[in-house]
Antibody, heavy 121, light 111 residues
Framework: QVQLVESGGGLVKPGGSLRLSCAASGFTFSDYYMSWIRQTPGKGLEWVSY????????NYADSVKGRFTISRDNAKNSLFLQMSSLRAEDTAVYYC??????????????WGQGTLVTVSS | QSVLTQPPSVSGAPGQRVTISCTGSNSNIGTGYDVHWYQQVPGTAPKLLIY???NRPSGVPDRFSGSKSGTSASLAITGLQDEDEADYYCQSYDSSLSGSVFGGGTKLTVL
C-alpha cells in the first residue's frame, strides 16, 4: 500500500535552516509528481512546492520562493524540502503528498502524516 | 486570504443534505482547471474525497458528490452522518501562480 512518511521537523530559530524528508513506498515513486503542503496550526492548507517525476520542473509558492528548495532522489524513493531563512510564519505541519503522473494539476491522492516545524526563538 | 473562497462553516442535522461552495476566478477554476476536494478529520492528514470535479476515489461513499460551473464548484453531502463532521477543502490549479491553490476550508458540523 502507498505510504508517505515525513521526518525532519522540529524547533528552529528564526533565520535558521531545516531539511524535511519524505520516504515513499508502495508505488513507483519515479513516476509521480510530488508536492509539499503546509498547514498552520488551526488554519487551512497552503501549497508550498511541487516537483515533477524527473525533477525537470519545480515551482514554489511566493511565500517561500528563494528560501525553500524541493528535490527528490528517485533511487532512494525520497522527497526533500530544504528550508532556509526560516520565519515565524513558516511554523506549520508540513505534509508531503503524491500527485499525478502527467500534470501538476492532478489531484493529491495520498498524503503523509505530516511533520511539525516550529520557528521560534 | 485564500485564492479559492469557501464558507468558513456549514451545518446540518443527521440525514440532511449540505453543500459547500468553492469560488475561484478566471485564472483557476474559470480557465477549466479541475477542482478536487479533500476531507480532513481534526488531527489527521487530508484525504482525497472528490477529484476531477465530480469523480469519487474508490471507497468514498456516493453520498458525496461534486459539481463545477463557471468559476465555482460545489461539494454536496447527502444523508449526513456523524462521521462526516470534518473540515473540507477545495483545490485547483492557478495559471497565474503556476501552482496549486486551496480554499480556506469549511468546517462541517453535524448537529
Amino acid at each position: 500500500q502507498v505510504q508517505l512518511v515525513e521526518s525532519g521537523g522540529g524547533l528552529v530559530k528564526p533565520g535558521g535552516s531545516l531539511r524535511l524528508s519524505c520516504a515513499a513506498s508502495g508505488f513507483t515513486f519515479s513516476d509521480y509528481y510530488m508536492s509539499w503542503i503546509r498547514q498552520t496550526p488551526g488554519k487551512g492548507l497552503e501549497w508550498v512546492s511541487y516537483i515533477s517525476s524527473s525533477s525537470s520542473h519545480t515551482n514554489y509558492a511566493d511565500s517561500v520562493k528563494g528560501r525553500f528548495t524541493i528535490s527528490r532522489d528517485n533511487a532512494k524513493n525520497s522527497l526533500f524540502l530544504q528550508m532556509s531563512s526560516l520565519r515565524a510564519e513558516d511554523t506549520a505541519v508540513y505534509y508531503c503528498a503524491r500527485g499525478g503522473t502527467h500534470y501538476v494539476r492532478e489531484p493529491l491522492d495520498y498524503w503523509g502524516q505530516g511533520t511539525l516545524v516550529t520557528v521560534s526563538s | 486570504q485564500s485564492v479559492l473562497t469557501q464558507p468558513p462553516s456549514v451545518s446540518g442535522a443527521p440525514g440532511q443534505r449540505v453543500t459547500i461552495s468553492c469560488t475561484g476566478s478566471n485564472s483557476n477554476i474559470g480557465t477549466g482547471y479541475d477542482v478536487h476536494w479533500y476531507q480532513q478529520v481534526p488531527g489527521t492528514a487530508p484525504k482525497l474525497l472528490i477529484y476531477g470535479n465530480y469523480n469519487r476515489p474508490s471507497g468514498v461513499p456516493d453520498r458525496f458528490s461534486g459539481s463545477k460551473s463557471g468559476t465555482s464548484a460545489s461539494l454536496a453531502i447527502t444523508g449526513l452522518q456523524d462521521e462526516d463532521e470534518a473540515d473540507y477543502y477545495c483545490q485547483s490549479y492557478d495559471s497565474s501562480l503556476s501552482g496549486s491553490v486551496f480554499g480556506g476550508g469549511t468546517k462541517l458540523t453535524v448537529l
